[in-house]
């Protein structure tokens, strides 16, 4: 457990950047149409090292268990939120739904046979207050609508379906060519809401292009990997409760980038927050932290 616990730092600081690029891209392309090009160009890049390197294919019914995680990740998760965005649903509220993800998913963890103690409930809800206080100052309930609503919360059961449908039929699978079959579904999802619903112009500006390289090198590929691995060596509620410590660490980012404010609100949301997935996952410390917990009660 040791090596996953120095994952999840890693994991955490590239996923919490989703929000920063989307403010980046989002202005020049419509969702569907910024996430099929970044999908396609994750297949486009993986192939080539799935071909060199001879890396082994799925076979039989666990391809179709690949693609159904890989769309409810990919294309029910991001194309949700980002959809939702673009239809007037401020970024903190978006966000926010999405925190419920970890919520939801310890109340469905018997799918996977998991048993959530009632130690880290405790640790869900303070996480969610912690969310519910980072994000507090910025949420904003005008120029809402229905579709947007359902939109981001579709999202946050898309996310959370992937995560227990992918812990119980495929959690385990090449990483190389798992990543081919779901970005591929998730593309040809997108191209076919794309033609469905969207003008497919896109403005080639320096922020879109450092957004959507960003978008498929550091997230698509690289934080994508490291979730994988996460969710293969612990359980779902665990590795769920991660994604309580990505609004405050994209507040930071926020704040560094676009000099959003810093307030004491904020502060204390950020220190519930890491307080509640430190006392789900205190099972998963490292044997020297846990030692060193232990002599400080």
Same mark, same amino acid.
């Given at each position: 457990?040791?090596?996953?616990?120095?994952?999840?730092?890693?994991?955490?600081?590239?996923?919490s950047?989703?929000?920063?690029?989307a403010?980046?891209?989002?202005?020049?392309?419509?969702?569907?149409?910024?996430?099929?090009i970044?999908?396609?160009?994750?297949?486009? &890049?993986?192939i080539?090292?799935?071909?060199?390197?001879?890396a082994?294919?799925p076979?039989?019914?666990q391809?179709?268990?690949?693609?159904?995680?890989?769309?409810l990740?990919?294309f029910g998760?991001?194309? =949700?939120?980002?959809?939702?965005?673009?239809?007037?649903?401020p970024?903190?509220?978006?966000?926010?739904?999405?925190?419920?993800?970890?919520?939801?998913?310890?109340?469905?963890? /018997?799918?996977?046979?998991?048993?959530v103690?009632?130690?880290?409930?405790?640790?869900?809800?303070?996480?969610?207050?912690?969310v519910?206080?980072v994000?507090?100052?910025?949420?904003?309930?005008?120029?809402?609508?229905l579709?947007?609503?359902?939109?981001?919360?579709? =999202?946050m059961?898309?996310?959370?379906?992937?995560?227990l449908?992918q812990?119980?039929? &495929?959690? /385990?699978?090449d990483?190389?060519? =798992? /990543?081919?079959?779901?970005?591929?579904?998730?593309?040809?999802? &997108?191209? *076919?809401?794309?033609?469905?619903f969207?003008?497919?112009?896109?403005?080639?500006?320096v922020?879109?292009? =450092?957004?959507?390289?960003?978008g498929?090198?550091?997230?698509? *590929?690289?934080?994508?990997?490291?979730?994988? *691995?996460?969710?293969?060596?612990?359980d779902a509620?665990?590795?769920?409760s991660?994604?309580?410590?990505?609004?405050p660490?994209?507040?930071i980012?926020a704040?560094i980038?676009?000099?959003?404010p810093?307030?004491?609100?904020?502060?204390?949301?950020?220190?519930?927050?890491?307080l509640?997935?430190?006392?789900?996952?205190?099972?998963?410390?490292?044997d020297?932290?846990?030692?060193r917990?232990?002599t400080?009660?």
């Open positions: 457990m040791t090596s996953t616990f120095w994952f999840t730092p890693v994991f955490i600081l590239i996923w950047t989703g929000f920063i690029i403010r980046y891209g989002m202005p020049y392309s419509e969702p569907m149409t910024f996430l099929a970044r999908f396609g160009a994750v297949v486009l &890049c993986m080539p090292i799935v071909l060199w390197l001879k082994p294919w076979r039989g019914r391809v179709w268990h690949i693609a159904i995680a890989g769309a990740f990919q998760y991001l194309g =949700g939120v980002w959809a939702a965005v673009k239809l007037g649903m970024a903190g509220l978006a966000a926010l739904i999405i925190g419920l993800q970890p919520i939801l998913t310890g109340l469905l963890a /018997s799918f996977v046979s998991e048993h103690t009632p130690r880290q409930w405790l640790g869900l809800f303070l996480g969610l207050t912690g519910a206080l994000l507090f100052t910025n949420i904003r309930l005008e120029g809402l609508s579709a947007s609503i359902l939109l981001a919360f579709g =999202g059961f898309a996310i959370t379906s992937g995560t449908y812990k119980r039929f &495929c959690p /385990s699978f990483l190389r060519t =798992g /990543s081919v079959i779901q970005f591929s579904i998730s593309t040809l999802l &997108c191209v *076919i809401m794309m033609f469905l969207e003008t497919r112009e896109i403005q080639w500006t922020p879109m292009i =450092g957004a959507m390289l960003w498929i090198l550091a997230i698509s *590929i690289g934080a994508m990997s490291l979730w994988f *691995i996460l969710l293969r060596r612990g509620t665990k590795v769920s991660m994604m309580y410590l990505v609004p660490t994209t507040a980012m704040w980038l676009f000099d959003e810093m307030t004491p609100t904020v502060l204390m949301g950020i220190f519930i927050t890491m509640g997935v430190l006392i789900i996952n205190q099972a998963s410390w490292p020297w932290l846990k030692r917990a232990s400080q009660t």
